[in-house]
Structures are given as structure tokens and as C-alpha cells.
């Protein structure tokens, strides 16, 4: 048991030794709740673009009227959840759930709260990503007869989603963060664990100090790994040139020595 002269780290190490579990099992939830959330969120986000960038038939007046609707609900939701900051939504969803008869398990409340947050920016994040995308791609894919939806998932989609990957990363590395709001409806994250461990003694300095390192350290290694998966998908600096699309063995690579023959014939 540490005493009245025990260092800053001595203290560190103790609660180390003493709160390590309860550490980890904190740390264990707000990964599960970012990562969760985050899914979710793109998810919601993903359809929420794809619904905002349709495009309302001319010759339908019940279409159009349905679309501007539409838009006009996921519009409200994208300002309303973008607008307030998350710990009041938090608040209003749990305790206004319960008022409506609906009790929530605090974990799943956590989870749902940070999916519908994150995917009120992931809406304008996919709708930007997809707006970049040439127009003359939409209007070649709409000449072959193919729908709003088989242009979204087959042409568009894959171009978006790499553009806005590094947005993508960092929603997951807020929601790392920002999920410590979550402890104000006793979901058991980092940050609620750290506050019974700090109660205990009375050492609150040096628990928050220990729970920063940890934050830290998950941004830290979740920034390396999304910073691999970009360079995966941007491929190789080098590029070898096939001639079939369908045989990445047909090599059309010529070398030098064919090059040097070819140039003897043309001078006979």
C-alpha cells in the first residue's frame, strides 16, 4: 500500500497492478462500442447518401413529392444529430426511451447512440465522396440501362469509398474518444471504470493520467492500421501492363532484345 511519500509512478504502478483488469475490461467496451458503432453508423450513413443523391423522375409527380419528403426527414436528422453534442443525445435517447416504456441494456443504448450519431456525419462524408465522382460515369452507367442502385454499388461506390477513407478512419478514432461520454447512463467504458478506480483512493490525477496513455495508444495503433489498408488499396508503386483482362500471365512486356530486332528489320 503506497504511502504519503510515494512517488507519481509509484502511484501508477500500484493502480497498474491493482485496477489492470478493470483497465482492460473498460478498454475491452469502448473498442466494442466504437468499432460497432462505427459499422453501424457507416451503414446508416452509406444508405442515407445513396437515398440523397437519387434523382426524382420528371414524369412522376407522386415520386418526386415522396423523394423531396424523404430528403427532407434525413436532412432534419443529419442537422439535429450533427448539431448537438453527443453526451445530450445520450441523455435524451436512454432516459427518453424509458419515459416511452422502453428500458435499453446501457451498452446496447451505447451502441445505438454512437451508430446514429456517426452516421449523420458519414451521410455528408459518403455524399461528398460520391459527389467527386466524375458525373460522366453516372450518365455512361445510366446509358447501359443500369439502375440508381447497380450504378452506386458497382461504378461509384468503389471509387467513393477509397476518396473518403481517411474520413472514415477518423470517425473511428472519435468515436474511440468520444465514446467516454457514454458514462453518463453507467455504460461500463474506459472512462467509467476510471472513475471507480480513482474514487477508490483518491488518486485521480494519476488515474486519468494512466487512461490517457490508453486512449493514446488506441488512436495511435488504429491510425497505423488504417494508414496500411489505405497504401493496400492505393497497390504497388510499379505497375505491370497485361494485355488480357481476363489473364494477368498475358504479359505484353517487350524487352530489350526484342526491341533491338525489331529495330535491325526496320533499317533492312
Known amino acids: 500500500m503506497p504511502n ?3 512517488s507519481f509512478f509509484g502511484w501508477v504502478t500500484f493502480l497498474l497492478n491493482e485496477y489492470g483488469e478493470l483497465f482492460l475490461r473498460g478498454t475491452g467496451m469502448t473498442l466494442l462500442i466504437a468499432l460497432t458503432g462505427t459499422a453501424f453508423g457507416f451503414a446508416i450513413g452509406l444508405l442515407t447518401a445513396i437515398f440523397r443523391t437519387i ?18 426527414l434525413t436532412s432534419i436528422y443529419i442537422q439535429v444529430f450533427r448539431g448537438t453534442p453527443m453526451i445530450v443525445q445520450s441523455v435524451v435517447i436512454y ?3 424509458q419515459y416511452a416504456g422502453i428500458y435499453m441494456q ?6 445505438l447512440i454512437i451508430s446514429i450519431n456517426t452516421g449523420a456525419y458519414m451521410a455528408e462524408i459518403i455524399r461528398g465522396g460520391i459527389v467527386s465522382v466524375d458525373k460522366g460515369q453516372f450518365e455512361a452507367a445510366h446509358a447501359l440501362g443500369m439502375t440508381h442502385w447497380q450504378t452506386m454499388t458497382s461504378v461509384v461506390l468503389p471509387q467513393a469509398i477509397r476518396n473518403i477513407l481517411p474520413s472514415v478512419g477518423n470517425e473511428l478514432i472519435v468515436n474511440i ?3 467516454s461520454v457514454l458514462n453518463v447512463i453507467s455504460v461500463s467504458e474506459l472512462f467509467f471504470q476510471a472513475k471507480s478506480a480513482a ?3 483518491y488518486r485521480y ?3 486519468y493520467f494512466i487512461i490517457a496513455v490508453i486512449y493514446l495508444i488506441l488512436t495511435l495503433t488504429v491510425s497505423f492500421i488504417l494508414r496500411q489498408i489505405e497504401k493496400k488499396m492505393d497497390g504497388p508503386d510499379n505497375y505491370v501492363i497485361h494485355g488480357s483482362q481476363s489473364d494477368s500471365r498475358a ?3 517487350v524487352s530489350v532484345e526484342n526491341e533491338k530486332e525489331a529495330v535491325k528489320r526496320w533499317n533492312k
Open 95 to 97: 432516459y427518453g426511451a
Open 4 to 6: 504519503a511519500s510515494t
Open 177 to 179: 474518444k468520444d465514446s
Open 251 to 253: 504479359d505484353i512486356r
Open 106 to 111: 446501457p451498452t446496447a443504448a451505447g451502441i
Open 55 to 72: 434523382t426524382p423522375k420528371k414524369d412522376s409527380l407522386i415520386h418526386r413529392g415522396l423523394l423531396s419528403i424523404g430528403k427532407l
Open 205 to 207: 490525477f494519476e488515474v
Open 199 to 201: 474514487g477508490a483512493y
